[in-house]
């Protein structure tokens, strides 16, 4: 997995509605082990992993009061994860604008040559 290349300059952010499962808790020790800070976000507020991530993102789980509230949650998801990688983004716009641009033509010159 990714988490054995990433090193103290990196961000984690781990999702989990419940926030329950093990081996997410288990992944943020580690991640916290290496010095990685960690983002957790949950749709419950009180959770086991909510507790392990430097910061909770909580989004308020309505699931079990209303008949949309599983789109709902998604949309709620969707916005959340939108934001923050246009905040995440733009904090280095210059330079992920140019690997984007040289991951395109990667991939553009793979598909060329993989005809």
């Given at each position: 997995s990714n988490t054995f290349t990433q090193?103290?300059?990196d961000l984690a952010i781990i999702i989990s509605f419940y926030g329950r499962s093990r081996?997410?808790?288990g992944l943020c020790r580690y991640l916290r082990k290496k010095k990685i800070q960690v983002v957790t976000?949950?749709?419950v507020e009180d959770n086991p992993l909510s507790k392990e991530g430097r910061i909770n993102i909580c989004l308020g789980s309505k699931e079990k009061f209303d008949k949309?509230?599983?789109f709902e949650s998604r949309t709620e998801m969707q916005f959340l994860l939108d934001v923050l990688f246009c905040y995440l983004f733009s904090l280095n716009y210059?330079?992920?604008r140019i690997k984007i641009k040289e991951n395109l033509?990667?991939?553009t010159e793979y598909r060329g040559n993989s005809v």
């Open positions: 090193n103290e300059q081996s997410y808790i976000i949950t749709g949309i509230a599983a210059d330079q992920n033509e990667g991939m």
